[in-house]
Structures are given as C-alpha cells and as structure tokens.
C-alpha cells in the first residue's frame, strides 16, 4: 500500500511540475495612456504579435518550420502568438470533442517560447462532415448553385471559401445551437490541460476565411436558404412587432408571418439612379441589414460563451469592422454593424488585413488599416491588424539584393508605424514557410519565411524596443483633418458594383490622396461624431455620409460648422434621412444651394487649372445618377461638369465655418492639398510623402528619396537626406533622429 501511495505520490508531484512548467496567463483590454492597452496578467503589453497561418506547412507549430520561425520571433522579443484551431480540428463526426491537436498545438509553442502568452483563433464554422450531414442548413445562393466543395486533406480548410462554397447558412440555428454544445465541451476540456495556461486570448473566427464575411458575397448573392428565411421574419418581427407597422414601412399589404427575402431582381434594380426608394425598396434595404445583424449575433453569441465559460480573465474578439477595399460588395458581405460590436462588453478587440487597395502595398504608398480604427480607439476596443504583405526579399546573390533589403526594413517600418500611431497593434502574418503566394524558398542565409533575414530581423527587435518603451508613454491624436464615413448608407444604394463605385470610389481613393498630401488625419464612423474632441481638426471631410438623420445635422449645425472649420462634402452629403430621399436635406447640412443634374452618361468633372491640371473621371461606366451641382450665387467655383458649365467644386464662406462641395469623389492628392491648406491643415512634407505623426513623434515614408524637407508643427524645419525607399522616425519637437538608416 505504501508503494501504491508513493506512487501515487511521486506522479502527482510530476503533474503538478509539469503544470507549473506553463504560466497561468490572464489578458484583458482596457484604457491606459489614451489608448485601448492589451494586459497580460496584468502588465501592459505593446501588441505585436507573431501568428502562424492556417496553411499546410504553417499551421503546427511542431513542424521544423513554423517552429523555426516561432522561435525566432521570440528571440526578437514578440511573444504574443497565435494560433488556428478549427472545429474541424477538434470536433469528431462521432460527437466526440478530441484535444491532441490542440493540446501539442499549444506545446509547441511552450516548447519554442515558454513565456509565450498564446490567441487562438477558432473557427466556428461547422466541420465539413457536418455541413454533409445536414444539406438543409446550407446556403443557398440567390444567383447561382454552390460549387462542390474541394477535397480539403492538404488543402486549406478555407480553400474556397471566398467562391460561391457549399457551406451552412450563417443564420443556421442548428448549427448554432449545436456549436455552442460542442464550444463549452471544447472549453471545459481545454482549461483542464496544463497547456492552456499560456492561453490569453480567443479570436472568434467564421464565415469567409474566418473573416465573418457572408459566403459568396464578392461575386454572388446569399442567402434564400430557410434558416434565413426563418430569421428575416423574426427579424421582421422584432423591429415592427405588429403587421401594421410592416406594411405601413413598406408599403405592401403583407404579414410578418409571409414576408419573403427579395428576389435577386428586388435587389439589383434601384428606382433612383444608385439610390433606392426608402418605402417601395424597404424590403430590401431590410433584408441587407438583417443579413449584416446575423453575423454581429453570432460574433457576440460565441464570444460571449468563453467570457462566461473560462475560469480568468481572458480576451475575445473577431475579425470585423472591415470598411476599406471591400471590392464594392459592402451590402452583400461587408461590415455594416461596426456599432454593435463597438458598443458590447463582450468582445475586446476587433482585427483585419491591412488594405489591399489602392495605392496601398508598393514603396511610397500610405499603409493603412482596413477599419474605422478611430473609432474603434474611441469605444476602447483594441484593433489588429494582420499584416501580410510579402516582403520583396530577393537572395543574398541577387544584384538587387541590397535593394530589396531596403525596401523590406521601409515596408515593416511604414506598416508597423502606422497601427502604432493609432494607437494599436498588429501581427506578423507568415505565409512565407508554406511557399503559399510567397514562391520559392530563398535557399541562403536561412531565409525560410518572409522576414528571416538577419539584418531585417535585427531592425524589427530594434523597431519593438523603441514602440515598447513609447507605448508606456500617453498617446495623443496630432490629427488636423477628420474623415467621417459612414455605414448604413450602404443600405439605401444598390448593391452591385456599379451601384456602389462612386461611394467606393471615394471611400478607398480619396484617402490616398489626403495621405499624400502628407497631412496626418482620423478616421470615424459618423455615429461617433460626438465622442470627438473637435477643437484640434481643422477640416472634416464627411466621405460617404448619404443617409443622415435630423438630429446629426443639427449637431453638424451646432458643433462642426464652428471656430473657422473647413467642411468638405462629398457627393450627396445626407441626401436620406433613412425615411426619404430629399435634396433639401442636402442644402441644409451644407449650406448651399444645389441642384439635381440628370445625365445620360458617366459624369467627370474639369478642375481649374489654377489649382491642379485635373479632369477627373469615373473608372467605369457607373450607374451614376444623381449627380448635384452647386447653384449658389455666394459660392466660388473652382470645376465643373464635364462638357458643361456646371459647378462641380465650389467653396461658400458661411457664418462660422467654410463648406466645400465636391460634385464626385475627386482623388488627386495636389487638389486636397490646395483645400486643406486653405483650411489651416498642417502640411509637414511638400512631395508626396507619407506621413503618420503621434505625441511628438513623426514618421517619414518616401520612396524616392533624396533632400525631404520636414515642416515641424512648431515651425522647426529640418532637411533630411533620405535614400530612396526609406522610413524614419524623428523627434516632433526637435527633429532629432530616432530611426534612421540601418
């Protein structure tokens, strides 16, 4: 018996070594120094990570070489890791919940790195053999039938995802309810290996590439399946509660107990040029919103069940709030109930590529992030962002070898700086060790994923010490210019791509050219308009702001349009307020008479050449009515229509603000520097260079190079002899050097 206990004994004593081998880590999000901070068991950590991919070959952190490269990372001091786990991974055809993959997962990374605080990104997409199973739970598209679903044993589990795929509907309560089982199992048997001790936080993934995008939405219509049918009604039900009320908004003898998604022809055709009627088109302007609400509902669902399900404090969040270089299909699959997620305790951060388009990914192009990131700052929600943009590392034999060392320091540099300046984080996004769109190898200096090179890996440590040390510090906005966006304007338009260009074509290009105009500028969503501090912008472009209500104009009238502000308003500013379609909304936010002009034919518009050589012109024959012009007598044209007389640009000095009205979304960057200097904007650079600025930090991006004269905001001017391709950092009130050349 003595030796039964001694036993017993000696392998509880190993247990509990072995258990105490892995850190208990607790992580949570919450304002410190002016920005949402990340703590790890309760210290403040800049959130720089290192994640794995979900493709073969840089998935498991035990092969040779994510292992590789994981270890590497944490010599440089990045020790945030993710990691993808699926249901596919865990969850067996036999009910069964199976924890190896996820327990040697997390082991591996213990191994390589073994104070590692570990993410997981889970998916919650149902397995395949589950989507089998149960057909009548699957999408059904409103254009097309799904495609086959490809034979996944070495493919990627999200292969096809972004085709028209044969996978669950996301309104499916089935797969919900049976989810939500399987997530406690998964959770209850997770927190019982000694693993799970680094865990510190839990991305909740699905839909398109785990990216919670609709299935189908970049070139097809969802969802006519009965589970969304079954959703659209109570949905219905929940907003009109009676079949009064439903008929009375949509201007239908219906009920809510037969009310149908529209048709693929209700949501292609729009009655008022790119606009649609808000009472003979409200069934569709409604469904698009239920749509975008039933991914929001299964976010905060599966979030919430790990904030109640695990034992300490531990972080949630999703990939959302992507309102940039969404391929004009905002409506179908975009991310239209940004607010919800904000406003829930539920969720600490939200996270996405950086954009992709335009102007985005070469040298000399602004690096930004895919969100409203402002206000995602605002409402204390931490953002990520996933940086996988390839470094354009060549081998050490090349000839352009030196170059493209150059540029790959620049790149990391620009990318990095800019979340930073935000106040927020990002991950290093690896694909290079799978050779996915990475191409070969490079076979010398050890080269096996895209920022394995001794002197690059060098500058990033030395890029972490110096964020690590100013994320300590308290953050404050610099920001002259403000860009307001908005959302639910989406509804109102069509929601094919020519419906949508011109709203997607002020969204995505303008900013590029404000960035090149190297002005620093926020970005907001127009709901958040009164949690700004308004005193530090000198001018507030209100992008995409076509549907408005009564009370946001009055606090435009009473708190924007004051103290000398510029207003810049693009195309139809508050043409809806959501029950309408009226111009006289139009003149009043602006302050200007306009005039509706019919065209038959894509408009441009010609700038004065005082100003800029520009005529500007549509990418594409859009769907482009209404087009307004300015009429007022009391403003100065600076454009007009193309072929015609019509102002197309003008200014009017109002009371105590200047209105600008911009016919179409005008993207050369010579044209917003000319109307943001006449508003008072601080320009720190005069060719084109990028320029992202913080609590008395300033960074230069420029890939021409050469003498870059840098106006300080104190009126210090200091000339930098920059080579090509470069990014530095300078002190914002003496000009002194704090990243230069390597």
Same mark, same amino acid.
């Given at each position: ?153 070495? #493919? ?254 620049? #790149? ?18 690896? /694909? ?195 087009? /307004? ?114």
């Amino acid at each position: 018996m003595s030796r039964r206990i001694a036993i017993i004994a000696f392998s509880f004593a190993l247990l509990s070594a072995y258990s105490l081998a892995f850190a208990q880590n607790s992580g949570e999000v919450r304002m410190s120094n002016g920005r949402p901070t990340l703590f790890i068991n309760g210290r403040a950590e800049y959130p720089m990570f290192y994640s794995l991919t979900d493709v073969p070959g840089g998935r498991w952190a035990w092969e040779e070489v994510p292992r590789y490269n994981l270890k590497s990372f944490c010599e440089l001091g990045i020790k945030l890791v993710q990691v993808d786990i699926a249901f596919d991974h865990v969850w067996a055809p036999d009910g069964r919940i199976v924890m190896d993959t996820v327990q040697r997962q997390l082991k591996a990374v213990h191994d390589v790195c073994p104070d590692a605080a570990v993410f997981i990104r889970f998916h919650v997409n149902p397995p395949k053999w589950w989507q089998q199973q149960h057909p009548e739970e699957n999408t059904v598209y409103a254009d097309t039938k799904p495609m086959p679903d490809i034979g996944w044993g070495i #493919q990627r589990i999200i292969e096809d995802d972004e085709e028209n795929p044969t996978r669950h509907s996301l309104a499916s309560e089935r797969w919900k309810a049976e989810a939500t089982i399987k997530l406690k199992e998964f959770l209850s048997q997770l927190k019982n290996i000694p693993e799970s001790n680094s865990l510190a936080g839990i991305q909740v993934a699905g839909g398109v590439y785990g990216e919670w995008h609709y299935w189908g939405f970049i070139e097809n219509e969802p969802d006519m399946s009965l589970p969304m049918q079954q959703y659209f009604r109570q949905w219905l039900t929940q907003k009109y509660k009676t079949d009064k009320a439903l008929q009375q908004s949509w201007g239908v003898k219906i009920t809510l107990a037969d009310a149908t998604i529209p048709s693929l022809e209700q949501r292609r055709q729009t009655l008022h040029g790119v606009f649609r009627d808000p009472v003979k088109e409200r069934s569709v302007i409604d469904y698009y919103e239920a749509q975008q609400d039933v991914v929001v509902d299964d976010i905060l669902h599966f979030c919430k069940i790990i904030k109640e399900s695990w034992t300490r404090p531990i972080v949630t969040g999703a990939f959302y709030g992507y309102f940039y270089a969404v391929f004009g299909r905002e409506a179908a699959g975009g991310h239209l109930q940004l607010q919800r997620l904000l406003k829930s305790t539920d969720i600490d951060f939200l996270c996405g590529p950086g954009t992709y388009y335009p102007s985005a990914v070469e040298m000399g192009d602004p690096y930004r992030s895919r969100s409203l990131i402002n206000s995602v700052s605002l409402h204390g929600k931490m953002w990520l962002d996933e940086m996988d943009q390839q470094t354009p590392l060549v081998p050490l034999k090349d000839p352009t070898y030196k170059e493209s060392l150059q540029k790959s320091i620049a #790149q990391v540099r620009r990318n990095v700086l800019f979340t930073f300046s935000k106040g927020q984080g990002l991950w290093f996004y690896d /694909f290079g060790p799978s050779g996915f769109n990475g191409g070969a190898r490079l076979k010398d200096h050890g080269t096996w994923g895209w920022w394995d090179e001794p002197t690059l890996r060098a500058d990033i440590k030395n890029l972490k010490t110096v964020l690590d040390k100013q994320y300590q510090l308290p953050l404050k906005s610099v920001a002259d210019v403000l860009l307001v966006h908005d959302t639910k304007s989406f509804y109102y338009m069509g929601s094919s791509r020519d419906h949508s260009s011109v709203a997607h074509r002020a969204n995505n290009w303008i900013p590029v050219g404000i960035f090149k105009a190297s002005v620093v500028h926020d970005v907001i969503h127009i709901d958040d308009l009164s949690l700004v501090n308004l005193d530090q912008y000198k001018a507030v472009v209100f992008v995409n702001t076509f549907v408005m209500s009564g009370q946001q104009r009055a606090l435009i009238k009473s708190n924007v349009a004051k103290k000398g502000r510029h207003l810049i308003w693009i195309y139809a500013p508050a043409y809806s307020d959501g029950a309408t379609l009226d111009q006289k909304f139009m003149d009043e936010v602006t302050g200007m008479s306009l005039s509706k002009l019919q065209t038959t034919e894509a408009p441009g518009a010609v700038i004065d050449s005082s100003i800029v050589n520009y005529t500007f012109a549509l990418n594409k024959p859009a769907v482009s009515n209404p087009v /307004f012009v300015v009429t007022d007598t009391k403003a100065q044209t600076y454009g007009v229509i193309s072929k015609t007389t019509q102002s197309a640009l003008a200014s009017k000095q109002l009371k105590e603000s200047t209105s600008w009205f911009l016919s179409l979304p005008y993207d050369r960057s010579e044209l917003w520097s000319y109307i943001l200097t006449k508003a008072g904007a601080h320009r720190y650079c005069s060719n084109g260079e990028i320029v992202y600025a913080w609590s008395g930090m300033v960074s230069i991006h420029t890939k021409t190079g050469g003498p870059v004269e840098v106006a300080l905001k104190n009126g210090k001017r200091v000339v930098l002899e920059m080579p090509p391709n470069s990014t530095w950092v300078l002190d914002g009130e003496t000009g002194a050097m704090v990243l230069s050349g390597y």
